[in-house]
């Protein structure tokens, strides 16, 4: 490689960035300046200077040039998740409604955390929010405990319609909420669990059973037989080989599914609504309430959003290396 | 008493038992509970509403009286029923391609080894652990024509002459609520993608590089190729997903603006039952609805299989 | 000490067509060191597990020490296993590995670890109790997985291939070791594997398996030299057994064996009490049992022309062509000799194994016996 190929290859990947940047840059600071450009300009510019950047650096690193590349799409990727969220839901919570008259701003004027301690003054609100955590945390456990042992009972015993119990897990979880809503209330209402917290919990453990059971299964197939095999000829039954060897074996898939479970359950939508008449109200219905325009006062609305976002962002943010599993070591998404 | 008797002693009733009653019974015993609930909650109210589809009922504890196949003909000159169904598929098509393409396009992106790449793939997670209500706040303040930040942002940046109307248009406002259902669920088909990537082996990769196939052409005979079973699920889990969309339907636009505008089969089904209160044809509805969803993840999933294997 | 029996055993998995084993009956002598010896699919894994309860027979019955534990559940069984790939419990350290069948059985920890530390002074493994298994190389694993079956001082000894995974040198120091196991312990240890030096450094019997069928079972030293049918004959030995079939016959005080395209190997005479079988014969010979010397040298014997030269230590083989046949001996006289040249080949009537052509059954070659 040749001190003069070197060379030009630099300034290929210079002048890529360069263009890049360029481009980028003016493109966006057209948010507050007026250029004369078109926007196919821009387009153009953008396009032809990352693939300078790319065919440069490769020239320099082999692969290096795609990977810079990525780095610069994937920023725009990261923007793209990232902005309306951080500054409608974050930054918007901060901001007065009077302020909202002027236009839109991105930075609040006079940023406040007003909203939030108002959060607590609204009680379908509060209640809403204490609602889901009781909810969906014991609906999270009691699924995770019974799909714990069903998964169990599909993954390793063996007894006639094992297949038939397996498939029919999968086609259950098919089937959509709505098809099951009517009935369903018309059984709670006869044992009076319309509108109770119990009723509640268990209208979303029917929910959400299949798909951790299913997910289940997957990671007790993956646990090596002949361990469970070692248990058991060392002395142990059924439920102490399940107790001592797999299940602290399978401990990562167990917490992660249970996390599932929990968001599948917080996030949800359709019966917390049809269920509660009046005193079970949940965070997700009464968020749509919030949006009602009679109701609607957006920074409010944005907090009671993030206070709504932020629990299943920290537990899908600490399980995060467990969901996304790479080769070798059975994912759960 | 020699070893094989003391041995056989040992245990709890349920070893007393013979290898396979053992194993019977510890099954009933684990999925008993199992059973039992979905027994009462989900395959006893599918068979209730059964009945639903044949009565005529408007509400639960009121007159119920037998009227045959009358709510499943309804189904035939119902005009909404055909709206809702073509919607649906206005909603199904569009959210397939986009999610798959921009998923498979933002994998191969996260493929690449540069600093970060971890904080991008965790910051993935975001739109699919977000409760999709607070997704649609936080859209229908972002898209708003008045206070929102994208109108004014896409007109300054030249993309568009005046602001786009997101949330009154027909059918406009319909491609809107796709383009945030994308937004939801891309990062999902992304993740999806970027496993099944690394299961491809950088063998192939190297073997097309020495052979000079360029950064395209490895994509369009090794990668793409290798993907292909992979693009098939996504697909499904996206068509399922998105077949059943309601939560963005309900708490964005009521299934207006207009009449029936954002309208599909899963929420039409919805306020038949809860909000006309005509629980025995919300209950037909829903059953369309099952149907096709039984009947295309059956489908789709064995045909996949089957196509696999050859 | 159990007497191990089965008793017309059949095992079939759900949706395979043939059967993983055969009808079989068999009995592993109480206290005995015996080896199944088969290759893949042989079926001796089935049989191990079958013994010890993780999979169910499918027709016949099994029995320690004359008690039927066909339907008993493994956990009461009273056997111990070590598998081919250890099953150490990742999550325990090696001291709880080793600990967890006391564990199971209600004993105090004291007692216990007491119990633990002995196992693991026997077998050299105290340095390593308080570590994890995936910080353990390969031979301490497979001693910690020892261990845990020792300590329970089982009847039963049942083992799965558990060296096959070390290097040689390990492997050779272990096949010691076990057999010092089993005289300490005086337990019925039945061990599979594909290795034939493993059967015959370690097994008091071995039972010779193929397709889930049993071929012989008999002392290593019977199935090396008497072996039952042709799969026994050519699967024991290092180097492959020469065959040939043809038909005897007497002349000139010599036994002939008429080949195909004219061949006829002079067997030397008949000895006493020996009778020819009448009709077409498969013959066996080992190649440690054909002399190859100087074509130029004394002796009766077939001339052959030699095709390749090998070196098995302690000695040097070649092959020879005599005629359309190729024949592997042993070269007991004239190292030097080279591909190309002419050599004498000697063989004794003592050391040929007489198969029948079709059933590659052995044939009962004494006068005494039927004919």
Redesign the interface.
Known sequence: MSNANDRRARLRAWSGAALVAGAAGL??S??FVDWPF??WAYVVATVAGLVLLWRGLDQLHIGMG???V??V??LF??L???V??G???VL?SLQRPVD?LT??H?IPPQPTLDQYVRLFNIAYLSEGIRNSLIVSTTAAIVATL??L??A???AS????G?RA?YTSVM??Y??????????????F?TFRLIDTLPGMI??H??LI??LV?WLLVSAFEGV?P??E????????????ALR??VI??TVPSIATTAVFAF?LS??E??FS??LYVSSTPM???S??N??DPINRV?PQ??A??LV??VP??I???VM?RY?????GEG?V? | MSGAEAAVRRGTWLSRLPIRRENQAYAALFLGPTFLLVLALIIYPLVFSVSLTFSRVSTLGGERSWVGFDNWARLFRDPLFAQSLGQTVMYVVPACILAVVIGLAVALVLNQDFPGRLLVRASLLIPWALPPVVVAAMFQWFLDGRRGLLAPWLVQLGLVDKAPAFFTGVPGTLYTLVGIHVWKTFPLIALIFLVSLQYLPRETIHAAQIDGANAWRRFRYVTLPFLLPTIGVALIIQLLVTIQLFDLIFALTGGGPGAYSTYNLYFYAFKTSFEHTNLSYGAVLAYVVTAIIVVLGVVLTRGGRSLRLS | MAEVRLDRVVKRYRGLAHEALQETSVTFKDGLFTCILGPSGSGKTTILKLLAGIEEVSSGRIRFDGVDVTNVTPERRDVAMVFQSYALYPNMTARDNIAFPLQLRGLPRAERYRRVDEVAAMLGIGPTLARHPRQLSGGERQRVALGRAIVRDPKVFLLDEPISNLDANLRMQTREELKRIHADLKATFIYVTHDQDDASAMGDEVVVMAAGRIHQADTPTAVYWQPADRFVASFLGRLPMNFVTGTLGEGDGSVVLEGPDGLALDLGPRPDGVRLPPGRVLVGIRPESVQAARADGPGPGVIGTVTLTEVVPPDRYLTAAVGSWSVRARVVDGDEVQPGDQVRLRFGLRSLNFFDPESEQRLDMSSAGPS
């Open positions: 493109e966006l057209q948010l078109p926007v795609a990977r810079a990525a780095a799409l994937a990727v990261v793209v998740i990232v309306p969220f500054v409608v839901v918007g909202l236009g839109p991105v019974l799909a042992l069903g169990y009972a599909i015993l063996r007894f006639p094992r119990v086609l259950i098919m089937l959509p909420g709505i098809a099951l809503l009517v009935p369903l209330v018309a059984i209402r268990l209208g453990v029917a059973l299949p059971t090596e002949d361990l095999h070692a248990a058991r000829i060392d002395g142990a039954g059924r439920f102490d001592r060897v602290p074996m968001v917080w996030n939508l359709l609504r049809v965070l997700a219905p968020i749509v919030l949006m957006e609305l944005s009671a959003g709504a976002s299943v962002l537990l899908a943010l995060q969901l996304i599993r790479g080769r994912a998404i």
